[in-house]
C-alpha cells in the first residue's frame, strides 16, 4: 500500500471506482503544475467524467493499463475522499464518529456498531479521535 492517493483515468467513466475530483471541493493537489501538466498531457480536464481519484487504501484496485498519477492529500482532503468514497451506510455511521468527538454517550455501542458495519479500526480512530488501542480493545 502507498501513502499517496491517485488519480486515475479510468477507459470506462461508467466505472464505479474512486471518486470524481470535482465532487470533493478545492483540492490542492489540483493546482499542482504536476496534476495540470499530467491532465494536459492526457488531454482531460479537472471535471472530466473520466477522471478519478482514489485513496491509498484502494490503490490495488486500479486495473494495470490505466493512466495514474500519485498525489499527496492533506488530511482533511483524504478524510473528505474516504468519506465520499464509502458505501453510503458507512458513510452516516462515519458522520456518527466526527459527531462522537464532541459527546461520549454510548460510546462503546457507537464504536461496536461501527466495527460491525466494517468500518476499519484505524478509521475509527481517525474520526474519533480515540486511541487506535481504545478502538481494538472493543473488537475484541
Known amino acids: 500500500m ?3 492517493a491517485y488519480l486515475v483515468l479510468l477507459n470506462d467513466p461508467a466505472s464505479m471506482l474512486g ?3 470535482a465532487a470533493l471541493g478545492d483540492l490542492a493537489c489540483m493546482q499542482t503544475p504536476a496534476v495540470r501538466a499530467w ?3 492526457q488531454g482531460v480536464t479537472a471535471s ?3 477522471l478519478r481519484l482514489l485513496p491509498p487504501e484502494e490503490t490495488r484496485a486500479i486495473p494495470e493499463d490505466v493512466e ?3 498525489v499527496p492529500l492533506g488530511e482533511e482532503e483524504l478524510s473528505r475522499l474516504r468519506h465520499r468514497a464509502a458505501p453510503e451506510d458507512v458513510a452516516r455511521l462515519e458522520e456518527e464518529l466526527l459527531a462522537y468527538r464532541s459527546c461520549t454517550d454510548g460510546r462503546e455501542a457507537l464504536l461496536t456498531r461501527a466495527l460491525a458495519a466494517g468500518v476499519p479500526a ?3 480512530a481517525e474520526l474519533t479521535g480515540e486511541d487506535p ?3 481494538e480493545a472493543v473488537a475484541r
Open 68 to 70: 495514474r498519477l500519485p
Open 122 to 124: 484505524h478509521r475509527i
Open 19 to 21: 471518486t470524481p475530483p
Open 48 to 50: 472530466s467524467p473520466a
Open 2 to 4: 502507498t501513502d499517496d
Open 133 to 135: 488501542a481504545a478502538v
Open 39 to 41: 491532465l494536459d498531457a
